[in-house]
């Protein structure tokens, strides 16, 4: 019989591509997934497709229990709890321990590249994630250590290129940056898959770039200029703090500069090709098709 496949954050950016992928790319039967969301009246297209919409609250443990049962295979799409230290992990801990007492036999965890002794402040959310996999009781489990989508450009470079300058504490650090569409089909096939066992896979972008690189292709896509400005950590963080953020929140933003200025999310892999069978998206494609999108501010 065919897996009953679930997507939590159904109604998302990524889970609603991933659901686009299963049921376009993949031709799976609309009857075999689940889609859960903490607002099921935002799912009603998808409703009225065949596919079964539940309401997921990931604070309630009771609701995550009844939303996982029957499902044979989960994706579990990291939350974006970020209002206070911790949260986030607290929850995907719960998913976990849901997903074993809804007798789910294959949790797959969109995770981060080395979550590990990482000083991205976000990286303890996923390690521990990943840890709490990795002790579970459940029979199987895929991790995706996601690289930064193309799209996480866009909280930064349409302020920049309306300035003409890209503050940045990253350095010479690379970034593999990859199309969260290109991410959506991975974890589509890796749901879908009927693989067991307990595996991980590093999906990148086909190149690795500084910032530098990035902004030279941006001004030539749109045709302005575009400098960038090389701070020290604490400077981007006041920058960030003057222009209204709070300050914790900058502090978690400014920590992705510190991660690529450690080398940490630079490592270009196969695992994408190994998974999916085919090429990730290039990035002078993307920006191409974007471009009009980074200027209109």
Known sequence: MASTLLVTGASGHLGQRVIHHLLETLNVAPQRIIATTRKPETLKDLAAKGITVRSADFDDAASLRSAFAGADRLLLISTDALDRPGRRLEQHQAAVAAAEQAGVAHVVYTSMPLPENSPLLIAPDHAGTEKALASSALEGWT???????????????????????????????????????????????????????????????????????????VSQATGKPLQVVHVPLAGLIQGMVGAGFPEPLAAVFASFDTNTAAGRVAEVTEDYQKLTGVAQQPFVHWLTANASTLTAQ
């Open 143 to 217: 991790v995706l250590r996601n690289h930064w989508y193309f799209e996480n450009l866009f909280m930064s470079l349409p302020q920049a290129l309306a300035s003409g300058q890209w503050y940045s504490a990253a350095g010479q650090g690379k970034v593999a940056y990859i199309a969260r569409d290109d991410l959506a089909r991975a974890a589509a096939i890796a749901l879908a898959s009927e693989a067991g066992g307990k595996t991980s896979y590093t999906l990148s972008g086909a190149e690795a770039f500084t910032t530098e690189q990035i902004a030279q292709q």
